[in-house]
C-alpha cells in the first residue's frame, strides 16, 4: 500500500493543500481531506462579506508590513506561492477576478461561493478522498498515515467549525500554542452613544493609544455598529487594542474627523464659513460628547474625538484569530514540524495572522501550497505503514 498523507481542515489552507499534493503526488487517491463539517470551505463563504477577498495584489515588500507578529517566517511560502499565482490559479480554475480599492483582489462575481465551490471542484477532480462530517480527536487517530497537514484554523467563527482543534493537535505533538484572542473584531467604547451604531465613517483618522502612548494610526473607513468600532480601520487597530486589554493596559481610541485638515485650517475655514462642518447624522452624538463646545474649541474637538476601549467582541464575531502554533517550532521553508517528523501546519491553526484586506487568505493559500508540497515529497522516501 502506498503511503498517504492526512489533511485536518478544509478550509481554504487544508484544500490548497490537498490540491497542491495531489497535484506534486500525481495521484489524488493517496490525499485524505477530513472535515468536521458537511461540506468544504463553509467559512469561505462568509469571508468579505460573503464577496471573499481572496488576496491583496501588492508587491511583497508592501504586503509584507500587513503580517504579523513575524512577516519575515511568511516570505519563503509566499514566494513559493505568491498573489499573483493566486489570481492565476484561480483564473484558471473559471474564477476571474477583479481590483476594488485597497489593491484588494476578489472574484468578479463578488460571490464568496464561487470561490468555495472552485476549490472544491478541482479537490474532487483530482481524486482526493474527501471525508466530510468526519472530526479527528487526537494526532494518534491518523496513525495510518505517513504524513499529517494540520489546517484546522483558528477560533473564530466556531459556528463553522473553527474550535481550536488543532491547537490540542499541536500540543500533543509537543509544541507551544502562544496564547490566542480574536483580531479584526469590534472594539466597544465606554459609555457608548446610542446615536453612533449604523454610522458610517468615511475617510477619517484613527489613533490608538495604549496607557496613554500612540502605538498605531490609520486613515480611512470604519463603521459604527452595535458592538463598537468595526470593519475597516478599527480593525486595523483591533489586534493591538484586543491584546492591550487582555494584558490589562488602558486602551484609547482617538477620532480624528477632518485628516485632510490641519487645526489651523480648520479655525480659517469656520471664519470664512460659520456653517455645519459635519453631517446631520453625527452631529447629535458628536455634541453630546463635547458639552459646552465653543468655535474656539471645534478645531481641536473635530481633530481629536476620544474614545475609552473597555470591551471587544469575542471569537464569536472575530474575523481572525491571533496567536496559535509558535513559528519557531515550524520550518518557514516547509510549514514542517521541527518537533516531529511527518507532521506539517499551515493557516490560520499558525501563529500568523493578517490585516483586513485579503492578506489573511493569501496566507492561508501561501502556507497551505508549501506544507501540500513538502507534505508530498516526503511521501516518495516514506515507508508504508504497518496495517493494524
Known amino acids: 500500500m502506498q503511503p498517504r498523507l492526512a489533511i485536518v481542515g478544509g478550509g481554504p489552507a487544508g484544500m490548497m493543500a490537498a490540491i497542491r499534493a495531489a497535484e506534486t503526488l500525481g495521484d489524488g487517491s493517496r490525499v485524505v481531506l477530513f472535515d468536521k463539517n458537511d461540506r468544504l470551505g463553509r467559512k469561505i463563504y462568509l469571508t468579505g462579506k460573503g ?16 503580517v504579523h507578529p ?43 461561493g464561487d470561490v468555495a465551490r472552485a476549490l472544491e471542484r478541482r479537490v474532487r477532480e483530482l481524486g482526493v478522498e474527501v471525508r466530510c462530517g468526519t472530526s479527528v480527536g487526537h494526532l494518534s487517530d491518523l496513525a495510518g498515515f505517513a504524513a499529517v497537514i494540520v489546517a484546522t484554523g483558528g477560533k ?26 480574536p483580531s479584526e473584531t469590534a472594539l466597544l467604547p465606554k459609555d457608548y452613544d446610542p446615536g453612533l451604531p449604523g454610522l458610517e465613517m468615511k475617510n477619517v483618522g484613527l489613533q490608538l493609544y495604549v496607557d496613554r502612548t500612540l502605538v498605531q494610526q490609520e486613515q480611512g473607513d470604519f463603521s459604527f455598529t452595535d458592538d463598537g468600532l468595526e470593519s475597516g480601520i478599527a480593525y486595523h487597530l483591533s489586534r493591538r487594542a484586543v491584546w492591550a486589554l487582555v494584558n490589562g493596559q ?51 474637538a473635530l481633530k481629536s474625538w476620544p474614545f475609552r476601549i473597555v470591551d471587544y467582541k469575542g471569537f464569536e464575531r472575530a474575523v481572525v484569530t491571533a496567536g496559535g502554533v509558535s513559528l519557531k517550532e515550524i520550518v518557514p521553508k516547509t510549514m514542517a514540524s521541527r518537533l516531529r517528523p511527518g507532521l506539517w501546519f499551515c493557516g490560520e491553526v499558525l501563529d500568523l495572522d493578517g490585516d483586513t484586506g485579503g492578506y489573511n487568505l493569501q496566507i492561508a493559500f ?14 516518495a522516501t516514506s515507508v508504508p505503514p504497518r496495517e493494524p
Open 366 to 379: 501561501s502556507t497551505g501550497a508549501l506544507a501540500g508540497v513538502s507534505a508530498a515529497r516526503s511521501l
Open 250 to 300: 488602558r486602551v484609547d481610541l482617538v477620532l480624528d474627523l477632518k485628516p485632510a485638515l490641519t487645526e489651523e485650517q480648520l479655525v480659517n475655514r469656520i471664519k470664512r464659513d460659520p456653517g455645519p462642518l459635519l453631517p446631520k447624522s453625527i452631529m447629535a452624538p458628536f455634541l453630546r460628547a463635547h458639552p459646552g463646545l465653543t468655535d474656539e474649541k471645534l478645531p481641536v
Open 156 to 181: 473564530s467563527y466556531p459556528v463553522t467549525g473553527s474550535t481550536g482543534d488543532g491547537y490540542r493537535f499541536a500540543e500533543e505533538a509537543g509544541h507551544t500554542v502562544t496564547p490566542v484572542f
Open 70 to 112: 513575524n512577516q519575515g517566517f511568511l516570505k519563503q511560502a509566499f514566494r513559493a506561492f505568491s498573489n499573483e499565482d493566486t489570481v492565476r490559479f484561480f483564473t484558471a480554475l473559471g474564477v476571474p477576478t477583479v481590483t476594488l480599492q485597497g489593491r484588494r483582489v476578489y472574484p468578479a462575481s463578488l460571490v464568496a
Open 51 to 66: 464577496r471573499c477577498n481572496l488576496t491583496n495584489e501588492r508587491p511583497w515588500e508592501e504586503f509584507a508590513p500587513h
